[in-house]
């Protein structure tokens, strides 16, 4: 792994950091910084290379680059040929022969590792002009581009140099390195190539282009809350920087923000794009996964033109939407790409360039940098050493021993769902008035009236007249959701925040839903969390309650969408509410407005639920929804 940065926010100081991993450790133990399962190499030279004329500076910049890379990888070589001893977890003494095996990089360092041009594959030997097309290209072959290079080397007219793209790197690092294949190494990049480079240099600026920035700004602004979600207070026209964090909050909605907007050839083409960023997440795969993920990129393809027509785009030789052609074939010789994204060696960057940055004083700053990582590695060697005097019992700094990474499930099973409430109630002995005033309960009382009545009826040996009585003098402890606080002061206030859930019915049949993950569920938001009083409940029933205001049943799937559409339950003018056990939520949910063709300027992010009429069912507001949508 290895990414050019700047070390700093500002200045022109950079650093090339390239850092070397094992390939048999698990992925979940690799992304945590505290385990330390990435080590770093070496800062490759950033010269600016003023000694060479203009038309000579790139070519020797390359061969820099090659030659840097040759000396650190070269004790690989024979390693890999001879072998070399190694005491395994089991405590035997194994011969080993270590490969390269992938080379996680973005797409202009793919390149240069490859030898080729940045308008070319670094995989395959797709002409340029034809990277906007499914065609199915022969893989790059190390032999044949070392023939290639050697042959140019001596001064003949190569034609295959050229159609290749090839650059003049006549001694490549990789050439020497026993059972290793540049090519097949370069693996998927989600962060650059998918969140950065398809969806935000490319598919949201032709569907903003289509729709107009104004329009596309006021839905980012009027989205509806949910945990984790950012909230584009002026939507997203403003933003000057991103991150990739930023970049998947935005696919999270965005098909809701689209839906209605534009064509609906234009949301189709979208959808495609989405699905296919969401299937390449997956942490671990399946025949039927993958299939999809391919489905997804071929039905892009065919609705793709579109963007054409409306004269956003001329062609489609994209560097990075053609490296989705090669996600499949990489993810059945490499594993799930999530294994190889370029934010790993984005978060070890912190620990091995910025922080050793700043740790100098700006001058001379590499050869400081290297000083200073170096005390840190001896630090925690002797840390380390330490721990295995004392029997491995050592207290390390940033790690648990007892912590196990947990792998999040996606396309293995779906987890099992648990109720976890606070140890403590967040709000004491609340009165019906303010329950009823602050958490707009305003049915709370003959809710939970009902609720004790059918509950009573369920024990045998309770009747009807033996239910408890509920008065509104009863006091009740809370939980969430978190109610509006009034302006005081100079805090502005907040609103409220009612989250809607998934919740299990009982005997309700849906037609829309049947052989699918949403049978037997409906939408409801949460208006109250709390507990029965001692005095109220009825043995062998739960006490741990919500208040919940349901929605109608799921409609049928939007065909170019793929997302079902809900409206609010009401009985008269009031929403239909109803008190149930929390074990009967079976998670979150997010509802994004039916903004139809324009977006209405009024709507507030925290008044949408209950203006706005008709909402679609968000399945892309994280992998585990989309696994459960799509997959189940």
């Known amino acids: 792994?290895?990414?050019?940065?700047?070390?700093?926010?500002?200045?022109?100081?950079?650093?090339?950091?390239?850092?070397?991993?094992?390939?048999?450790?698990?992925?979940?133990?690799?992304?945590?910084?505290?385990?330390?399962?990435?080590?770093?190499?070496?800062?490759?030279?950033?010269?600016?290379?003023?000694?060479?004329?203009?038309?000579?500076?790139?070519?020797?910049?390359?061969?820099?680059?090659?030659?840097?890379?040759?000396?650190?990888?070269?004790?690989?070589?024979?390693?890999?040929?001879?072998?070399?001893?190694?005491?395994?977890?089991?405590?035997?003494?194994?011969?080993?022969?270590?490969?390269?095996?992938?080379?996680?990089?973005?797409?202009?360092?793919?390149?240069?590792?490859?030898?080729?041009?940045?308008?070319?594959?670094?995989?395959?030997?797709?002409?340029?002009?034809?990277?906007?097309?499914?065609?199915?290209?022969?893989?790059?072959?190390q032999e044949r581009t070392m023939t290639i290079l050697k042959h140019k080397e001596t001064g003949r007219r190569v034609a295959a140099y050229s159609r290749e793209g090839l650059r003049p790197v006549y001694r490549p690092f990789w050439a020497d390195l026993p059972h290793s294949d540049i090519f097949g190494a370069i693996t998927p990049d989600i962060l650059h190539q998918l969140h950065k480079g398809v969806f935000h240099d490319h598919l949201l600026k032709w569907c903003t282009q289509i729709a107009g920035e104004e329009e596309i700004d006021k839905r980012y602004h009027s989205m509806t809350n949910y945990p984790g979600l950012r909230y584009f207070t002026q939507g997203i026209s403003l933003v000057s920087q991103w991150t990739g964090t930023e970049h998947r909050e935005m696919q999270w909605v965005f098909m809701g923000v689209l839906a209605g907007a534009v064509q609906p050839a234009v949301a189709q083409a979208a959808r495609t794009i989405i699905d296919f960023i969401f299937y390449a997440q997956f942490h671990s795969h399946t025949s039927q996964s993958l299939e999809a993920l391919q489905s997804a990129l071929d039905e892009f393809h065919r609705h793709k033109e579109i963007f054409v027509q409306l004269e956003v785009r001329e062609d489609f030789n994209i560097p990075k939407m053609h490296s989705m052609q090669h996600y499949v074939a990489s993810i059945k010789s490499w594993g799930s790409a999530d294994g190889f994204n370029t934010e790993f060696p984005e978060r070890l960057h912190i620990d091995f360039a910025k922080n050793a940055y700043r740790a100098t004083n700006r001058k001379d700053y590499v050869a400081q940098m290297t000083k200073w990582l170096a005390r840190q590695e001896a630090r925690l060697d002797s840390v380390h050493n330490e721990a295995d005097d004392d029997g491995g019992n050592a207290e390390i700094e940033g790690f648990d021993a007892e912590a196990q990474p947990k792998q999040t499930t996606t396309a293995d099973s779906i987890p099992v769902v648990t109720h976890i409430l606070a140890s403590r109630p967040?709000?004491?002995?609340?009165?019906?008035?303010?329950?009823?005033?602050?958490?707009?309960?305003?049915?709370?009382?003959?809710?939970?009236?009902?609720?004790?009545?059918?509950?009573?009826?369920?024990?045998?040996?309770?009747?009807?007249?033996?239910?408890?009585?509920?008065?509104?003098w009863d006091r009740f402890d809370a939980y969430r959701p978190t109610p509006s606080t009034p302006p005081l002061g100079r805090s502005q206030g907040s609103p409220g925040q009612f989250d809607t859930v998934l919740v299990r019915t009982e005997g309700e049949v849906n037609v829309h839903t049947q052989g699918t993950a949403l049978e037997g569920l409906q939408v409801a938001q949460v208006r109250f969390l709390f507990d029965l009083p001692p005095h109220l409940r009825i043995a062998g029933q739960p006490f741990h309650l919500a208040l919940i205001e349901w929605f109608k049943l799921f409609r049928g799937c939007d065909s170019l969408l793929k997302m079902h559409s809900v409206s609010r339950s009401y009985v008269g003018q009031a929403p239909r509410a109803e008190v149930i056990p929390i074990t009967r939520i079976v998670g979150s949910c997010h509802l994004i407005p039916k903004f139809g063709t324009h977006a209405d300027p009024t709507w507030r992010a925290d008044e949408v639920l209950d203006v706005c009429k008709t909402f679609y069912v968000n399945p892309w507001i994280d992998i585990a929804s989309f696994y459960k949508f799509r997959v189940c």
């Open 1 to 141: 792994m290895s990414a050019k940065i700047k070390p700093t926010n500002s200045g022109d100081k950079s650093a090339w950091p390239v850092y070397l991993t094992l390939g048999n450790i698990e992925k979940a133990t690799r992304r945590l910084p505290q385990h330390h399962a990435a080590i770093l190499l070496g800062y490759l030279p950033v010269a600016k290379l003023d000694c060479f004329s203009k038309g000579t500076r790139s070519v020797a910049g390359y061969r820099l680059f090659y030659e840097c890379m040759h000396r650190l990888l070269e004790p690989l070589i024979a390693a890999g040929h001879d072998g070399v001893e190694m005491v395994c977890v089991d405590g035997y003494i194994c011969r080993v022969h270590p490969i390269l095996a992938a080379y996680v990089a973005d797409h202009p360092e793919q390149c240069l590792v490859a030898c080729t041009k940045e308008s070319f594959c670094p995989k395959c030997r797709v002409h340029r002009d034809d990277r906007g097309e499914p065609l199915a290209s022969l893989c790059r072959d």
């Open 426 to 472: 967040s709000f004491w002995a609340l009165t019906v008035p303010f329950i009823t005033q602050t958490f707009s309960g305003l049915s709370f009382l003959p809710a939970v009236s009902l609720y004790l009545c059918v509950s009573s009826l369920r024990v045998p040996a309770m009747s009807h007249s033996a239910a408890p009585e509920l008065s509104q």
